[in-house]
């Protein structure tokens, strides 16, 4: 079981930045797997879409198309028992980049942090961002 809590969430004007992060706790590794740490976000009245992923194992990273340039995923180096925690720093926000979002995770034994949100077995409340003049 790993829990997820994001926090950073808040109403900014278009062209400012944020820094979301999500701690997760639990069993957040395995003999054979690490945690994928995946952001996603869901605008009012839109489905739930994939923005970005970090694999905790090798510090990997992925990013949607949409928000290469303005987003950027990291984690903490700090090693805290077996507590995570990733960060989504966002720059340059638009109005679009308007969204619930939220941190999931799912353990993997490969190198690839899927972006299918069904398979990702965990997550959190979710936090809101909102970008408005």
């Known amino acids: 079981q790993v829990t997820l809590v994001e926090s950073g969430g808040g109403s900014v004007k278009p062209g400012g930045s944020l820094r979301l992060s999500c701690v997760a706790t639990?069993?957040?590794?395995?003999?054979?797997?690490?945690?994928?740490l995946g952001w996603f976000r869901q605008p009012p009245g839109k489905d739930r879409e994939w923005v970005a992923s970090?694999?905790?194992?090798?510090?990997?990273?992925?990013?949607?198309?949409s928000i290469k340039g303005r987003f950027a995923v990291s984690r903490d180096s700090t090693k805290i028992g077996s507590q995570i925690t990733a960060y989504l720093q966002m720059n340059n926000l638009k109005p679009e980049d308007t969204a619930m979002y939220y941190c999931?995770?799912?353990?993997?034994?490969?190198?690839?942090?899927?972006?299918?949100?069904?398979?990702?077995?965990?997550w959190g409340p979710g936090t809101q961002v909102t970008v408005s003049s």
């Open positions: 999931a995770a799912r353990l993997t034994a490969g190198d690839y942090c899927t972006e299918s949100a069904m398979l990702h077995d965990f």
């Open positions: 970090i694999h905790t194992g090798g510090d990997f990273t992925w990013s949607a198309d």
């Open positions: 639990g069993r957040t590794s395995d003999t054979h797997r690490s945690l994928c």
